[in-house]
């Protein structure tokens, strides 16, 4: 585990993701996620690319995990919004350890009354499929949570969700 | 784009044609089969340890092979999807195209229906050109099927050639000739297993 203190979340986050073997990372762009999509793109250990919804990158990561290869998704809370159907039809049922990144929106300081709109929807859901999530808002937790978490996963071949707070990630502020 | 147009392709069975395709797999190729009657009929061809059977998330036939093929670029990777459930994830091509794997071959069945639920039309039943559209998305070697022996050639060529290639087929109103095990677990574990994965 890399020294929490000195380093940026997305760093953490990536060092967490490599030290798991997770290699393929598949997203949906996202402003707050940004730096850590550029630093997986510049990294060749990692197959880094973006699709055009977030439940084909949920379809790619699925076959690419049955076929023996580790991968994460990324998205934002609307993102995440629109996977409900392939959660409950394929990940939980299935039995997929599907790693999801969630950059949260909707909360401390949004400015699009959708966006908090969808934010209430995603704990719920979450909650109703059984799929364990953690809200991460301190740096000092999260390289224990995630690389925990990725374990617990994959051993138990359940689906996990971190929601990264702006509390952790500084997340969108309104230029008013 | 030098493709024969839909309206002269033959309407052919996907039973038939299912049949025929797995008859040419003799290198434990994956075979993603997608919702409803598509997975039904591969399920009735002859159940293979490297096929997989979507029961649910229609649309995601496609993504679930290119990952596969991501994973293991040794093996080749065929998805069969329908015009419908294809429909619903037309974008699914463009990133095909963009990452071009060549160990992937998509087929589509067109039947211009939604068979499953009612036979209520889709968009490819008189508009819609499928073969057009995932061209346009960047799948160069994308083609309609005229008949069977034309499909036979198609396939045999994109599994010797390397693609990623889509051959697309206008098939008949018949629904599956049987149903899949509705196991999700059994399915994912001995998909698996054929593909030589321990977790």
Known sequence: MIKTQQASWHEIVLATLKSNDVRLIVYVPDRVLTPLIKALHEDAFFTTFACTREEEALGVLTGAWMAGMRGALLMQTSGFATLPNALASLTVPSQIPMIMFVSERGTLGEFNLGQVMVCNTMQPVLNALGIAHHTITRQDELAFIVDRSIKQAVATQAPVTFILSPLLTGGKVFAA | ?199
């Not at chain 2, 997975?39 to 496609?62: A, E």
């Open chain 2, 1 to 199: 784009m030098s493709v024969p147009h839909v309206h002269n392709a033959k309407v052919m069975n996907r039973f038939e044609l299912t049949k025929r395709l797995t008859s040419k797999l003799t290198h434990e190729e994956a075979v993603i089969g997608g919702i409803g009657n598509t997975n039904f009929d591969l399920w009735m061809s002859g159940q293979r340890p490297q096929n997989f059977y979507m029961l649910g998330s229609m649309g995601l036939t496609i993504p679930i092979a290119l990952g596969v093929a991501i994973a293991q670029p040794q093996r080749h990777v065929v998805a069969l999807e329908g015009d419908g459930s294809l429909l619903m994830q037309l974008s699914c091509l463009a990133t095909v195209a963009e990452r071009a794997p060549k160990n992937l071959t998509i087929v589509i069945w067109d039947n211009g229906i939604y068979q499953i639920t009612g036979s209520q039309p889709t968009a490819s039943a008189a508009t819609a050109d499928l073969v057009a559209i995932a061209q346009g998305c960047g799948i160069a070697k994308s083609a309609w099927a005229v008949d069977e022996a034309d499909f036979d050639r198609l396939f045999t060529t994109a599994i010797a050639e390397g693609g990623p290639s889509l051959i697309a087929a206008r098939i008949d109103g018949q629904p599956g000739v049987g149903a899949t095990d509705r196991d999700p677990v059994q399915i994912r574990a001995r998909f698996m297993q054929g593909l030589g994965v321990k977790r």
